[in-house]
């Protein structure tokens, strides 16, 4: 998850597309009002994306996305679907101009998976859809029955996140970048972990507006609930290495994918791990806002880094794949 902890820098870089790229994809939290709509305007290959989302769960979430109220938006069985559509859209965007042939590989954080598995050719538009409207609202359904939430341990190491977590009983959800875990737990041993952390000095400590303890053993009813669709689903071999977060590495076995998704419910997300484990030192952020954008600044500091949150820069890819 990556809630409220977006990058407030500009990434300043003209694309060279001599190089080859690692394509990343976006997480639940990078969602706002009107997302999507300059890309269905202006694209035909993103309205027709929309469009087959909007068939294959049977609602109008492209409505919702372009004029819709934003709470409305943010709940998970709509944002979910909703992040997904617009990285697809554009990745079909950037495909149609040439620059996705420059793509060595392709990582999605947590929700992001899926759209990179659609955008590698394991999934299809559909197959992505419907497994993601299922696994929203398992992991909705497994937060009524665990209570729980999130906290953001900032400015800590991976060591005193750990520590935290073991102390307070609670679990590492997310190893974002340095200086950023999210940890997952029960409201109780969530407040015991903010206690620690604040007497060891962290620099902020910031508890999230989610509604679940996701991505811990506390979601194993939502595993439970999404492990018959996604082992009734078949995938395909990805055209293109995908990294999973439970192992920050590839897996080209796409006979093993059901399996790694379906882990990542109870498990943490490795991303500092993954982009570390990417060779390329030259990434695009294929979807809306630019929270990975900033991880990977934070992560490889010499990286170059492209975002695709606006027309400018999606367009800037244009020209130089040309």
Known sequence: MLFGLDFQGEICYTPDMTQKYAFLFPGQGSQFAGMGYDLAQNFRVAKDVFDEVDDALNQKLSELMFNGDINTLTQTQNAQPAIMAVSVATWRVLKTEGVCEHAVCLAGHSLGEYSALCASGALTLKQTSLLIKER????????????????ALIGGSVEQAREIAQKSECFIANDNCPGQVVLSGRLANLTQAKIIAEQMGLKRVIPLPVSGA???????????????????????????????????????????????????????VRWRETLLNIHENSFIE?????????????????????????????????????
């Open 136 to 151: 929203a609202k398992a992991m909705q359904e497994a937060a009524r029955i665990n209570v729980g939430g999130m906290l």
């Open 214 to 268: 996701f991505h811990s053993p506390l979601m194993q009813p939502a595993q439970e609930k999404l492990a018959s669709a996604l082992r009734e689903t078949t995938f395909a071999a990805p055209r293109i290495p995908v990294y999973f977060n439970v192992l920050a590495d590839v897996q080209n076995n796409h006979a093993l994918f059901a399996e790694l998704l379906l882990k990542q419910l109870t498990n943490a």
């Open 286 to 322: 294929c979807g809306p806002g630019k929270v990975l954008t900033g991880l990977v600044k934070r992560t490889k500091t010499e990286a170059n880094v492209q975002d695709t949150n606006t027309l400018e820069s999606l367009k800037a890819l244009f020209g130089a794949a040309q």
